[in-house]
């Protein structure tokens, strides 16, 4: 018996026994109050999404699914079409954007035989010959006719949608914004069962308030869909493998099968799943083996049957035929990594006669040594990883000026890259008890290597790696709080020096700027309105119009001029496209008697074009890459 027990008196607790008890003492106050938690910042995201939904709808956002060379285009007119009958979307045409006539034009002066036979058919028909014509016959051909461009599930979605409620893509949006704060539970879920609660926590609040996430929700695209569901399908496999039952095996393939149907990429995460899990229960017998894969495979069969029967009906492939081009234009050895290559990559399609494994075999052999394939990959990663959104269908920055309330989700990926990295490497030593969750990663982030690191395309990659910036968050604290201070220092600063790396310059040939943001929001917007202003003569809503149109535009436009030209073509263009609507403001002002504001408006006009004219030659700009569309 020690002295102080003899004299009956209590030992104190040593300060960093304390210490190591706060971690635990932070989860467990997190874990007793998780749902008030999680219930005030859902209802703070909804509130601020609602905001940012009303914006859309009201602005021009809203009319970007009429842009006939986006995506958003060919959903809603798929959907369209499903609604009026055509269930098995057996006669959906196939989208025929710039970029496929570019590589019909290839391929047609590669084989210029080819060009001759289909000419013949389209006569034979009785149908024009057109260029359009001609490509859209040679898609078809190459594609199938019957055969699905793309995943089927997020159209047939949106025809259900547009059923129920009419065909209004705000519907659509608006069940997309829900989905996400679900996501936010979900996030919370999937990271709580991984790392714990302070983790949870904050990967919930990094995605509650993830810019470009909310962003595209409110777009009519697939991307938030498919995040939410590779977050869904970890989920269902993580409580597949914490108790492993009959039901919770059905309902894991199930999903599993379901989310395939969204997105086919998804089928390397089944398949690591299977090849895993197959791994881990080696040792357990045939019998118990037996009694996951059996269920798993019967829902996963169960989830694609309605693509496997369509498939038997048509006489077509279950896969979809649109995924070449991605890869084919940043396969070559000229891509930065932030941009395409069309031009090259149209070539190697047309050269390859749109057959995958020769696309495969002409990009392998496209790079003249190992080392420039490898240099192509380092540089998709780095611009991945930056914080710069390449934009494709729909620009976040713009959506920023034309919707103020996006910016009250101030989180983005620059905060949330470096922090997911650190808690990848982190992470690492807790690998079986959250593998599902680093194959999702791995499943999303060997898509983007082999395609484009596009903000949407990069949605389902956030959300897969959101919950290791959780974790990083959660053990930078744990080991500030128990006094471990070489690991928090080296923690912090790898964080810090990622930071510098994620968030500094963006990378060479990013397309910021593009003329088509303005040029779509002119012609389906703000064009329509103001030819009804001017009909009315209501030259105050025209003038007021043109305002709210110039309110989109960058803001190095006003530092451009005769001495500080726009840097590369794409800018140059959007100089144009603004000294044609301050032409038009400084003429209605002029009308309405404001002489000195439409002075002011027509300088800016002439100070715009001296700076296009003063640009890069146009031999210059011909030479330079083709920015994504």
Known sequence: MSSSEASGRTVAPSVESRADQLPGMIDSWLGSRRWIILTTLLLVAAVSRMGVFWQVQQGPLGVMHRWSESDMSHFDSWARQIVAGDWLSAAVPLPLHGWHLLVAEKRFALVPAEREELAAELQAAGRPVTAAALARQLWEQWCGRGRLYQDPLYPYLVAVTYCLAGPTPAVVLAWQLLLGLAGIVLVHAVTRRAFGELAAGTAAFLTAFNGPLVFYENMLLRDSLIGFAGLAIVWLVGRAIDRPTTSRWLAAGLGNGIALLLKVHLLLFIVGVIVCQLWLTRA?????????????????????????????????????????????????????????????????LAAANYQPVQTLLLAWHAHPDMASRCRLVWRKWAALCHRFEMPNNANFLVGQRAAPALRLFWIHFGIVSPLAITGLLLGFRRLLGCWPLYWLVLTNLAVILLTIPLARY?????????????????????????????????????????????????????????????????????GPRISAAESKGDWTAKARLLGELIQLQPGEILTWGRHRPPPDEAAVEVALVFADVYEQLAQTLKGLGEDEAAASAWAQTQKLRQAAAAAIPREAIHATKIGTS
């Open 284 to 348: 357990t017998g045939r019998r118990q083996i037996a009694a996951w894969v059996g269920p798993f495979v019967i829902g996963l069969a169960v989830g694609v049957s309605p693509l496997i029967v369509r498939s038997i009906v048509l006489g077509q492939s279950p896969f979809p035929s649109g995924g070449l081009p991605a890869f084919a234009a940043a396969a070559g050895p000229a891509v930065t990594g932030a941009s395409c290559d069309f031009e090259a990559g149209s070539q190697m």
């Open 458 to 526: 990069r949605i389902p990659y956030v959300l897969a790696v959101t919950p290791f910036a959780g974790l990083a968050v959660a053990e930078l604290t744990r080991w500030v709080l128990t006094g471990r201070w070489w690991p928090a220092t080296g923690g912090l600063a790898a964080v810090l020096a990622l930071a510098v790396w994620t968030n500094g310059p963006r990378p060479d040939d990013a397309g910021r700027l593009r003329a088509v943001d303005y040029t779509v929001t002119i012609e389906h917007f703000f």
